[in-house]
C-alpha cells in the first residue's frame, strides 16, 4: 500500500475536482492519472504539478520539440531512480510517437552510461587530491558516440544528468558541448525546466 493513497474524484473537496477536470481536459485524455490522484491530497502541490508539467512537458515552452522533451522525461525519471515514472512515461512517450521502444532504450543507455563518468569526475572534484588528475579515465563511451539519438539530443540528457547527479566538471563539459553542436542557451534552460518538473514527480512517487 502507498504511503499516500489516491483521492479518487469522488471523494475529493470542490476545489481539488476542479484541477482534476482540468487535469483530465487537457493532459489526461479524459483521465486522471494514479499519480495526480496521489498528488490530489495536497492541493497546491496538484496545482503546482500539473501547471509545471502542462507548461514545460506536454505543451512546451516553445524551444524544445516533442522528441526532445520526451528524452528528458525519461533520462530524468532513470536518473531519479523512479523505476514508476519510468514505466509509465515509457508507455505514454511511445504511444505518442514521440520515441520509438529503440529510441527510450537508447536514452536509459545513454543516461546510465552518464551516471558512469559522473560518478567518476565528481570524484576528482571531492577527493581534493591532484595526484588523480593525472590517471586517465579509461571508461568507454560508444554508447555517446554510436547512439541513434543524435549528438545534440545525448548532449541534452549528459546535461540533466550531470546535473542531478551534482558532477560540476560533467555539466560544464556537456553544456559547452551541446552549444558547440548548435543547441542555444534558451533550448538548453528549457530542457532544464523540463528535468526540474520531473524531479518533484519523481522525488514524490518513488516514496510510493
Same mark, same amino acid.
Given at each position: 500500500?502507498?504511503?499516500?493513497?489516491?483521492?479518487?474524484?469522488?471523494?475529493?473537496?470542490?476545489?481539488? *475536482?476542479?484541477?482534476?477536470?482540468?487535469?483530465?481536459? !487537457?493532459?489526461? /485524455?479524459?483521465?486522471?492519472?494514479?499519480?495526480?490522484?496521489?498528488?490530489?491530497?495536497?492541493?497546491?502541490? %496538484?496545482?503546482? +504539478?500539473?501547471?509545471?508539467?502542462?507548461?514545460?512537458?506536454?505543451?512546451?515552452?516553445?524551444?524544445?520539440?516533442?522528441?526532445?522533451?520526451?528524452?528528458?522525461?525519461?533520462?530524468? @525519471?532513470? =536518473?531519479?531512480?523512479?523505476?514508476?515514472?519510468?514505466?509509465?512515461? =515509457?508507455?505514454?512517450? $511511445?504511444?505518442?510517437? +514521440?520515441?520509438?521502444?529503440?529510441?527510450?532504450?537508447?536514452?536509459?543507455? $545513454?543516461?546510465?552510461?552518464?551516471?558512469?563518468?559522473? !560518478?567518476?569526475?565528481?570524484?576528482? /572534484?571531492?577527493?581534493?587530491?591532484?595526484?588523480?588528475?593525472?590517471? @586517465?579515465?579509461?571508461?568507454?563511451?560508444?554508447?555517446?558516440? *554510436? @547512439? !541513434?539519438?543524435?549528438?545534440?539530443?545525448?548532449?541534452? #540528457?549528459?546535461?540533466? $544528468? @550531470?546535473? #542531478?547527479?551534482?558532477?560540476? !566538471?560533467?555539466?560544464?563539459?556537456?553544456?559547452?558541448?551541446?552549444?558547440? %553542436?548548435?543547441?542555444?542557451? /534558451?533550448?538548453? /534552460?528549457?530542457?532544464?525546466? $523540463?528535468? =526540474?518538473?520531473?524531479?518533484?514527480?519523481?522525488?514524490?512517487?518513488?516514496?510510493?
Amino acid at each position: 500500500m502507498p504511503v499516500v493513497p489516491p483521492l479518487a474524484p469522488e471523494a475529493a473537496p470542490e476545489s481539488t *475536482k476542479s484541477i482534476y477536470n482540468r487535469i483530465a481536459e !487537457t493532459i489526461g /485524455d479524459g483521465k486522471v492519472s494514479l499519480g495526480y490522484q496521489m498528488m490530489g491530497h495536497v492541493e497546491p502541490f %496538484l496545482q503546482d +504539478s500539473y501547471m509545471n508539467y502542462r507548461k514545460f512537458v506536454h505543451d512546451g515552452a516553445g524551444k524544445l520539440d516533442a522528441r526532445q522533451r520526451a528524452a528528458i522525461v525519461m533520462a530524468t @525519471s532513470s =536518473a531519479q531512480n523512479c523505476s514508476h515514472c519510468v514505466r509509465h512515461h =515509457a508507455k505514454e512517450i $511511445v504511444a505518442a510517437g +514521440s520515441l520509438t521502444e529503440q529510441e527510450v532504450r537508447e536514452v536509459l543507455a $545513454v543516461t546510465a552510461t552518464c551516471a558512469m563518468y559522473n !560518478t567518476y569526475y565528481k570524484f576528482k /572534484d571531492l577527493a581534493g587530491d591532484a595526484k588523480f588528475e593525472a590517471f @586517465s579515465v579509461g571508461l568507454r563511451a560508444h554508447t555517446f558516440l *554510436k @547512439s !541513434t539519438l543524435g549528438q545534440p539530443l545525448v548532449e541534452l #540528457i549528459n546535461i540533466v $544528468v @550531470s546535473n #542531478i547527479h551534482g558532477c560540476p !566538471t560533467c555539466t560544464s563539459g556537456h553544456v559547452k558541448k551541446a552549444l558547440e %553542436l548548435g543547441l542555444t542557451h /534558451d533550448q538548453i /534552460d528549457e530542457a532544464m525546466k $523540463v528535468s =526540474a518538473t520531473m524531479v518533484s514527480f519523481n522525488t514524490f512517487h518513488r516514496t510510493q
